[in-house]
């Protein structure tokens, strides 16, 4: 960081509980105002709010790296602050490295590649389903568990350990830093998590199994086989994506829908408006609200004086709420076409799950609306993520419906 004067200089925190309590309205001001600028929290970084912006950096990793560098600490480079993680793979890599771990990722998150997982997507969703509909109530969170359950399954590791994976990798971006939630994922789980990982990608070239670590493991990259340190940083990848973005996206449209019932009956008489829907919702509530890149020299960015060692956040939800590029951007229309949202990120690193995100997120949404249609949630009751930098969501969402009937036999109960 220098010391030259940074113009202009904005109060924003992004990991406040000020800009959780509102973090639409706090982006909204920015864009208002200078849309770009720099603020002193968590150790300075730059702020870009508007579309053309967050667009133009997400696109140029020349100067807006997303490799590990000193700045900033040590950590996961595309968050700010860092989190303690191992290195990710391919994420936190530039072409030409991002490209070819990249491919690989690419074989088993193509539409082609997630269409097969369709079952497995829609059993696990019934069963979790199952495991409510009977009493008619529950917490929705519960429901919206099936992310996390699905990406452990076709991983390969071990299913019974679902909900530590979830919550551990939920509590390091979502809690606040030095809470005791933090540090219990940060110290305890995450290390406990690793070493199982560690264990089965043993296993796997051991003895493999038809599961996304054996195939992983059974890769090559530069005419040689991936590292296990290689195959870690991949599948540490897909887990912290996998248990976190979809639900997050559809916590936040369930609560929506329960709001606004003349949509939620649009959506129960007309199924093929989901599709739709859904990058609408993607759009509105941005799961994934910002992610981190690092400066790799001095560039006068819009007007911004950017330094080399520069942090700066690229806000996809702001960029998908600017007034310049969508008409009423603070409204849901689920008839929105075309949709060219941010949500899954711009450039070489868009998100590579954003086939499985699509189908997990329809599945889910569809099946609650077939099979509890008139769901109401206490408003009163709800509890949000404490810390909305980076993921948003819900912690409790009660609700009540009418009961149902299971669907799978009790011994395959959730």
Same mark, same amino acid.
């Given at each position: 960081m220098s010391d030259e004067k940074r113009c202009p200089v904005i109060r924003f925190d992004?990991?406040?509980?000020?800009?959780?309590?509102?973090?639409?309205?706090?982006?909204?001001?920015?864009?208002?105002g200078s849309k770009r600028g720099w603020t002193e929290a968590s150790g300075g970084y730059w702020v870009l709010s508007d579309y053309d912006s967050v667009f133009e950096a997400a696109r140029d990793d020349e100067i807006f790296t997303s490799r590990r560098t000193d700045s900033g600490g040590e950590g996961l480079s595309v968050v700010i602050p860092k989190t303690p993680m191992h290195l990710h793979i391919p994420?936190?890599?530039?072409?030409?490295d991002f490209r070819k771990y990249r491919k690989i990722v690419n074989r088993i998150t193509a539409p082609a590649a997630v269409e097969k997982m369709r079952d497995m997507v829609e059993r696990h969703t019934t069963e979790f389903i199952d495991s409510v509909i009977e009493q008619g109530e529950c917490d929705l969170t519960s429901v919206i568990g099936v992310?996390?359950?699905?990406?452990?399954?076709?991983?390969?590791?071990? &299913?019974?350990?679902?909900?530590?994976?979830?919550?551990?990798h939920h509590a390091v971006l979502a809690e606040p830093q030095g809470s005791p939630a933090f540090e219990q994922a940060a110290k305890v789980d995450l290390p406990y998590l690793a070493d199982q990982m560690w264990d089965v990608i043993?296993?796997?070239?051991?003895?493999?199994?038809?599961?996304?670590?054996?195939?992983?493991?059974?890769?090559?990259?530069?005419?040689?086989?991936?590292?296990?340190d290689e195959v870690f940083g991949i599948i540490d990848l897909l887990v912290a994506g996998g248990v976190g973005t979809t639900a997050s996206l559809v916590s936040q449209a369930l609560v929506w829908l329960?709001?606004?019932?003349?949509?939620?009956?649009?959506?129960?008489d007309d199924p093929s408006l989901l599709d739709r829907a859904v990058e609408e919702f993607l759009r509105f509530f941005s799961p994934t609200q910002a992610l981190a890149r690092t400066v790799t020299t001095d560039v006068d960015f819009h007007g911004c004086p950017m330094k080399a060692g520069d942090r700066v956040l690229l806000a996809w939800s702001s960029a998908?709420?600017?007034?310049s590029k969508f008409e009423n951007p603070d409204e849901i229309d689920i008839d929105r076409w075309p949709n060219r949202h941010t949500a899954f990120g711009v450039g070489v690193h868009r998100c590579a799950g954003s086939h499985l995100g699509r189908l997990m997120s329809k599945t889910l949404i569809s099946s609650v609306l077939e099979r509890m249609p008139d769901y109401t949630v206490d408003f009163d009751?709800?509890?949000?993520?404490?810390?909305?930098?980076?993921?948003?969501?819900?912690?409790? &969402?009660?609700?009540?419906?009418?009961?149902?009937?299971?669907?799978?036999?009790?011994?395959?109960k959730a």
């Open positions: 992004h990991n406040s509980p000020e800009h959780s309590a509102d973090p639409v309205g706090a982006y909204r001001e920015l864009r208002k994420i936190e890599l530039d072409p030409p992310p996390s359950i699905v990406t452990i399954d076709w991983l390969g590791l071990p &299913i019974e350990e679902w909900q530590r994976y979830s919550r551990a043993r296993q796997r070239r051991a003895e493999p199994k038809d599961d996304i670590i054996s195939y992983l493991v059974n890769q090559e990259v530069d005419d040689r086989p991936l590292t296990d329960a709001e606004h019932t003349d949509v939620r009956q649009r959506l129960i998908n709420r600017d007034e009751a709800l509890k949000r993520y404490p810390r909305q930098g980076v993921n948003m969501g819900y912690v409790s &969402i009660p609700a009540r419906f009418t009961p149902g009937k299971r669907l799978l036999p009790v011994t395959e």
